[in-house]
């Protein structure tokens, strides 16, 4: 789930178009979107965690009495988990309900992003590219002369 501490989770499939991870197998492929979902809990397990929410590991499905059921996978924790609907002695747990509408809460997790000219349409790939260059080279000029 880390990518270097700065705060979201990374899913990534290779180029290779022959990879078996491009084909659909309806017997092994039951839920593919579960790791999507997956890794997205993940960044909103993190962000709850960095707010100091306490909750159930996202892994931790086993010790709650969920199985990973053939076809559905883990849906019913992902659910209950996602509804804050895990029944425990001490009541229900789960994701804290504010934080579907709380921005990460640290500030790094913004430290690699940059301001897009929403208008301005890059013209090819090359000034697309430039541009995103020019910005980073920016920001470190910027983080240069601040320290
Ligand atoms: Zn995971």
Redesign the pocket.
Known sequence: ?DYYGIGFSNIRLPNDSQSYIYRYNARTNQFPEEVFL??FL?TLERNSDEYGYEMPE??DYESYGYENEPVIGQRQWYRDYMNKDIRTSNGYVGLPEEIYTLKPAKSSNFETSYDVDVFKEPENLIEEIKQIIDKLISKIEERGEQS
């Open positions: 789930m997956h890794e993940h996202l892994h």
